[in-house]
């Protein structure tokens, strides 16, 4: 089953934009208890938002531990984090996206390499602009699937 149409994963998001945090979280927990990280990573916004820093902790453990297992899950969780608050995980929603973007990449997942490409070509999203280190990434990428037409021309600059 999609992660999106998990029925506690979506009842979890209705409670929390009804406001009912605490139903948001049991929701969420029976979802990432099911293997929902999507519901994970909810689980632990509404964890942060409900003040409780404990289960933060211990919620973005096993989503680190999610991550390190497979390019696709990481590369998701990376694009979660892409769209939460800067306040998740106090403040450091950016450098985990980073972080499992890099992770997602590295074990080979083409679209994070194409993403890691781009931030670098560009210097986006905390990356240092680097044209070598985007060429890298494109090349990379290039192994897996066929290139978007910026990325051939990130190529066709190559020195």
């Known amino acids: 089953m999609d992660a999106f149409e998990d029925p506690n994963y979506i009842a979890g998001c209705e409670a929390r934009t009804g406001g009912d945090l605490l139903r ?8 990432a208890g099911d293997g929902n990280y999507v519901a994970l990573a909810d689980l632990c916004d509404v964890c942060d938002q409900l003040g409780d820093f404990e289960a933060v902790y211990t919620h973005v453990a096993k989503l680190q531990s999610l991550a390190l297992m497979s390019a696709e899950i990481s590369y998701g969780i990376a694009k ?9 995980c106090f403040g450091h929603a950016a450098d985990l996206r980073i972080k499992y973007l890099l992770n997602a990449a590295e074990i080979g997942n083409p679209m994070a390499q194409l993403e890691v490409a781009s931030n670098y070509w560009f210097g986006n999203n905390g990356f240092t602009q680097s044209a070598d280190e985007a060429r890298r990434w494109v090349h990379r990428a290039s192994r897996a699937i066929q290139l978007p037409e910026w990325a051939t ?7």
């Open 153 to 159: 021309e990130i190529l066709r600059n190559d020195v």
């Open 80 to 88: 979660l984090f892409e769209g939460l608050p800067g306040a998740f």
């Open 24 to 31: 948001a979280r049991k929701c969420f927990e029976l979802a």
